[in-house]
């Protein structure tokens, strides 16, 4: 990392305490928000997060949103293929329902799918390898803790001594609470859109927002002029808040160039210690996500790591599980970046009906099939 990058990193610790608090994702609304949470002007805070979006330009730092799934009343489920490969690598639209879909490493597909009830899945497809998310939770790296780790030794956190070390400060902190807003309020097709662009690209300016909606709205064939499109912007950016729950770091550029990897731990246990060991997780950095599944009692991490040393990894993830009573039942596999993403669930008449903003009926999602025999081969 460039000295000047070392400063610029430096200079947004302080922010990055506040930032996750910070509810909607629209530059000039967050910056109200972080001048409230500094106790400092609001030329102040624009001036703060004009560095971080100078940082994600950089690819030094990226944040993302973190989604509240109940309050748009979504859950993720992902089915894991062990003997299927996909047809074709690079998908170029996102097949209804679908959030993402990766190869497994040595082989088999893992598709994850936000759907508007657990009964839509289809199960039969899937056999065993299903399993349901109800809430996620996003990391939550204290950088400003351990901004001297991350710029003179990046490679410490490719460990499992520094797992041992985050889960010893975080475990007997956090509470086994899940924090939700419940129902959002109405969701509009605009909203689906508006977040579906901006959940990974957090903090775009009004002028930008205004851009994008003028653009989806002419490729449907709607006659918008820019103040119908600004109008709609505000409109969107204020009702996006009832529905985030705070920005995270995605990832810090130093760190995510040490891995090659990304592994997903499926562990079992008691509702509690669960969601406890979770929430002490995503303290990590390279922990990018957690999802727990209370019905099921599932909780689902997912890490950033590097191949070589991911057996230890798998040894000490056991080990952990076995601490808290829990059990890990599964470790699944991809080289990181593989397969394709996609936003949340915002296709119209396949996914969403776009004058009312609600989710297509549950028999609609019997699409999945096709969808699913679309896109793999299985050997």
Request: glycine share 6%; with cysteine.
């Amino acid at each position: 990392m460039a000295k000047n990058d070392v400063s610029s990193l430096l200079s947004v610790t302080r922010i990055l305490q506040h930032i996750y608090e910070i509810k909607n994702i629209v530059f000039a609304k967050a910056c109200r928000e972080l001048s409230k949470a500094l106790g400092t002007t609001l030329s102040n805070a624009r001036r703060y997060l004009e560095k971080i979006r100078e940082l994600a330009m950089q690819r030094i730092m990226k944040l993302t949103a973190e989604l509240d799934l109940p309050a748009l009343r979504l859950q993720l489920a992902i089915a894991v293929l062990r003997n299927a490969k996909l047809k074709n690598v690079s998908l170029p639209r996102a097949p209804p329902f679908v959030r993402s879909i990766a190869p497994l490493m040595p082989r088999g597909v893992a598709i994850t799918l936000y759907l508007p009830r657990v009964g839509d899945v289809p199960r039969e497809l899937v056999g065993e390898g299903l399993y349901i998310v109800e809430y996620k939770l996003k990391n939550r790296f204290e950088l400003w803790r351990y901004i001297k780790e991350v710029l003179s030794k990046p490679e410490y956190f490719v460990t499992t001594e520094s797992l041992e070390k985050i889960l010893s400060e975080y475990l007997d902190r956090v509470d086994s609470t899940i924090e939700t807003k419940g129902y959002g309020g109405s969701i509009s097709y605009e909203l689906l859109l508006f977040l579906s662009q901006y959940e990974n690209n957090p903090l775009p300016k009004m002028s930008e927002v205004v851009s994008f909606f003028m653009k989806e709205m002419r490729a449907g064939g709607a006659s918008v002029d820019e103040s119908n499109a600004r109008r709609l912007a505000i409109h969107v950016s204020n009702q996006c808040s009832s529905f985030v729950k705070g920005l995270r770091i995605l990832y810090i550029g130093r760190l995510r160039e040490l891995t090659d990897v990304s592994v997903l731990f499926v562990i079992s246990g008691r509702d509690s210690r669960i969601v406890k060991l979770g929430k002490a997780l995503v303290m990590h950095p390279l922990v990018g996500a957690v999802g727990i599944s209370l019905s099921t009692s599932y909780l689902m991490v997912n890490a950033f790591w590097r191949l070589d040393r991911l057996p230890q990894l798998v040894n000490y993830v056991n080990e952990l599980a076995t601490s808290v009573g829990a059990e890990l039942c599964d470790v699944i596999v991809s080289k990181r970046g593989a397969g394709a993403r996609f936003g949340i669930p915002c296709i119209a008449f396949k996914e969403v009906i776009p004058s009312s903003g609600a989710w297509l009926p549950p028999d609609s999602t019997r699409l999945l099939r096709s969808v699913i025999e679309s896109v793999l081969d299985y050997r």
